[in-house]
């Protein structure tokens, strides 16, 4: 009788044991969790306001009925992020407020009046050198100014740009003589950061106030990179206008005093074109038992730079048209990198009438951007009225059928 007392008392310390040891492994695993590095990710904020992950309450939902904001308003943290509602005007917008700048206390208690002066005490000589001076044709534009803000905070490896406002902007839409703005900033040379500010209507003097935290960015690299603004004006019927750019070198620009504050004329879009958008080679057989066209998109060379960090990430977009009604589409998949791209994909469509006396084909050369809309670089129809090399490739898939035919073909603009 003792042994089954002995070995019940020993199992009963035993799973005592087990569960103290696993619940003290829980604890460590979960505070060392919490004081790890959030990882890479970039938190947009509206009018400034300093939020970082780990303050994020990811029940928290906008437009919340009074019950829940009451019980969330008192255990809301300081720096959670809090937007009212209540207080925007008729366009959405929130009411401008000048931020308080607290690393840089010569910029204390200034309005946006005095930006101009701002800049002289804020941007060191050297961040004056990196930057290119504007042209005599671009001064004489008068496409409006960009301001920004610059911040580096070391407690969280974090990359903060503020973007609040421009002025001066050029009118895009005729009729109303105003524009809708918003603004695409991209860090270069990867391109893998890509945000865009929320669409101000009716406005040539927007003010944004939107504040991108980008995380994971070491201190040492910042020197290496550049920030590139696109301003546009949104166009619900056609493409977005490109009103001008802003590039700024962050070679020689001193983060570690604190906020930057900085303002750069927007000088026009300088895109490097060659003298043509590319060449596609393209190979067409017509099967006319089958009643079938297949295509193999091949090789594109010599692709134009599609924005100032240089090269495209192209791809082939194929549409079949009936009647000028569009029946079917295709696309290949994206090359990086590349103004010489080879593709080698194969598409087979099925032709709805006898002939291709009414059929015509569509090629789209695109550069794939993952933050916005992708741009076309050429554009390509062959068609039986097509003209140059189009006509002729397509009165040879005809006289010749279940031939395979390949040849090069200049592309126009998109």
Same mark, same amino acid.
């Given at each position: 009788d003792e042994i089954p007392t002995v070995v019940g008392i020993i199992s009963a310390f035993g799973l005592v044991?087990?569960?103290?040891?696993?619940?003290? @492994?829980?604890?460590?695993? +979960?505070?060392? !969790?919490?004081?790890?590095?959030?990882?890479?990710?970039?938190? /947009?904020?509206?009018?400034?306001?300093?939020?970082?992950?780990?303050?994020?309450?990811?029940?928290?939902?906008?437009?919340?009925?009074? !019950?829940s904001e009451a019980k969330n308003k008192s255990a809301m943290p300081k720096n959670s992020l809090h937007l009212d509602l209540e207080k925007r005007d008729l366009n959405g917008n929130f009411p401008k407020t000048t931020p308080k700048i607290q690393s840089s206390p010569g910029l204390e208690n200034s309005s946006p009046k005095n930006f101009a002066e701002r800049k002289k005490d804020s941007v060191s000589p050297d961040s004056i050198k990196s930057i290119t001076s504007l042209s005599s044709e671009d001064k004489q534009d008068k496409l409006g100014?960009?301001?920004?803000?610059l911040e580096y905070n070391f407690e969280k490896k974090a990359f903060v740009v503020n973007i609040k406002e421009?002025?001066?902007?050029?009118?895009?839409?005729?009729?109303?003589?105003?524009?809708?703005?918003?603004? !695409?900033?991209? @860090?270069?040379?990867? +391109?893998k950061h890509k945000v865009k500010t929320r669409v101000l209507r009716k406005t040539l003097d927007p003010a944004f106030d939107?504040?991108?935290?980008?995380?994971? @960015?070491?201190?040492?690299?910042?020197?290496?990179?550049?920030? /590139?603004?696109?301003?546009?004006?949104?166009?619900r019927f056609s493409r977005?206008?490109?009103i001008g750019e802003v590039l700024i070198p962050l070679a020689g620009i001193e983060l570690s005093e604190g906020r930057l504050l900085m303002d750069r004329e927007i000088i026009k879009r300088n895109v490097r074109k060659s003298s043509g958008r590319g060449e596609l080679l393209i190979s067409l057989c017509y099967q006319s038992t089958t009643n079938t066209l297949t295509v193999v998109v091949l090789k594109a060379r010599h692709l134009p730079k599609s924005d100032v960090s240089g090269l495209s990430d192209p791809y082939v977009k194929v549409n079949l048209y009936h009647a000028k009604k569009r029946i079917s589409k295709k696309k290949t998949h994206v090359k990086k990198c590349t103004p010489n791209a080879v593709f080698n994909e194969l598409f087979v469509f099925d032709i709805p009438c006898e002939g291709l006396d009414d059929i015509s084909i569509e090629f789209l050369v695109l550069d794939s951007d993952r933050g916005s809309r992708n741009e076309v670089i050429g554009r390509l129809t062959l068609e039986s009225s097509a003209e140059g090399t189009g006509g002729e490739h397509w009165k040879e898939i005809c006289e010749y059928p279940r031939r395979q035919i390949? +040849?090069? /073909?200049?592309?126009?603009?998109?």
């Open positions: 044991f087990s569960v103290s040891l696993f619940a003290w @492994i829980c604890c460590q695993r +979960k505070s060392s !969790k919490s004081n790890k590095t959030p990882p890479y990710k970039f938190v /947009h904020v509206l009018k400034g306001v300093d939020i970082y992950p780990e303050n994020l309450n990811s029940k928290k939902k906008f437009g919340a009925d009074d !019950k100014t960009l301001f920004f803000s421009a002025r001066g902007l050029p009118a895009m839409d005729e009729q109303s003589m105003t524009s809708d703005p918003y603004i !695409k900033m991209t @860090i270069l040379p990867e +391109k939107e504040t991108f935290t980008f995380y994971g @960015i070491p201190y040492s690299q910042i020197q290496d990179l550049t920030l /590139h603004f696109m301003i546009l004006s949104f166009d977005d206008d490109v390949a +040849k090069w /073909h200049m592309l126009c603009d998109g």
